[in-house]
């Protein structure tokens, strides 16, 4: 199973990587041929949209995996272990609400936009908005992973608070806690 879900995350990161060298080449490519030569092309603007709202979508599962989203643990960290636990079991509870509300809508909104074309490519909307299932789902499932790790016990004190310290190595601080 670990196998699968490295392979996958491998498969994201790659089309992450895919994804922005295609777009920053085509609007690069557009703005040399409007600038220099008084001409573009038409469906590099479209294009480019949409393919940044599947790497927003596929860089925050990347994320998730990572703990890289954006948290504040001040209090978490002044909590017992009991208050941790309860913490992360709450969040990551609330997160996969969000996720099926993600899903739900992503959902209810799937015929309008498989019947709604784009501009310029004409391609259905779904294609491009359907991104919220692959999130969602994914997600959803690396968020039950937690909580079913939660469940077994596989977790440190370290491991229930679900922010990384920064990149530069430097030690974070909290006011009144000992490490």
Not at 49 to 74: C, S, Y
Not at 153 to 175: A, C, K, M, P, Y
């Amino acid at each position: 199973m670990k196998k699968i879900n490295d392979l996958f995350f491998r498969l994201a990161e790659l089309l992450l990587v895919l994804m922005l060298s295609l777009m920053v080449i085509m609007v690069f490519g557009n703005v040399v041929l409007r600038y220099g030569f008084n001409s573009g092309i038409i469906s590099s603007e479209e294009l480019s949209r949409f393919l940044f709202i599947w790497i927003t979508f596929l860089g925050a599962i990347v994320a998730m995996r990572e703990n890289a989203h954006l948290g504040l643990d001040t209090m978490i960290r002044l909590l017992p272990s009991v208050g941790k636990k309860f913490c992360f079991a709450l969040s990551n509870v609330l997160m996969l609400g969000c996720c099926a509300l993600m899903f739900y809508g992503t959902l209810k909104q799937h015929q309008i936009n498989a019947t709604t074309f784009s501009a310029v490519l004409e391609v259905p909307m779904s294609w491009v908005y359907g991104v919220g299932y692959v999130a969602s789902v994914a997600m959803g499932l690396i968020i039950a992973g937690n909580l079913f790790r939660l469940a077994r016990g596989d977790f440190t004190d370290d491991d229930l608070i679900q922010v990384q310290d920064s990149e530069d190595g430097g030690e974070q601080h909290v006011i009144g806690a000992a490490r």
